[in-house]
């Protein structure tokens, strides 16, 4: 009985192990690099990317929600996102680029989705 609790904990350790080697490989594999083209998206690898769109999108509404706060609060617009963020500038996980800021009218937007 003992020996077959060690077998079943032994191939469980490596399907999960086998799982993370999946995970950070498609990962790479959907990072393209400056001057080459991605390889074609696996299943995996597309979801990843529209979960880093989704949480673009996400970031957008918590940032545009928070100067809308501020607005209400202080009755000016921010002057810059890093004072909503403490002294962190928010960026795009998709790009990794600052998202854009306007202080005069208050508007925050991506640089990957330019007209949301």
Request: hydrophobic share 40%; with cysteine; proline share 9%.
């Amino acid at each position: 009985m003992r020996r077959a609790q060690t077998l079943a904990v032994l191939l469980v350790a490596a399907l999960v192990i086998a799982i993370g080697v999946a995970l950070v490989y498609f990962n790479r594999q959907m990072t393209a690099t400056h001057g080459t083209t991605a390889p074609a998206p696996t299943t995996l690898g597309a979801a990843m990317q529209r979960a880093k769109e989704v949480e673009c999108l996400n970031n957008l509404r918590q940032l545009r929600a928070a100067v809308q706060q501020y607005r209400a609060v202080n009755e000016t617009n921010p002057p810059n996102l890093q004072d909503l963020r403490g002294g962190v500038p928010p960026v795009c996980p998709v790009t990794q680029v600052p998202y854009t800021y306007d202080p005069a009218t208050g508007t925050v937007r991506c640089p990957r989705h330019p007209n949301l």
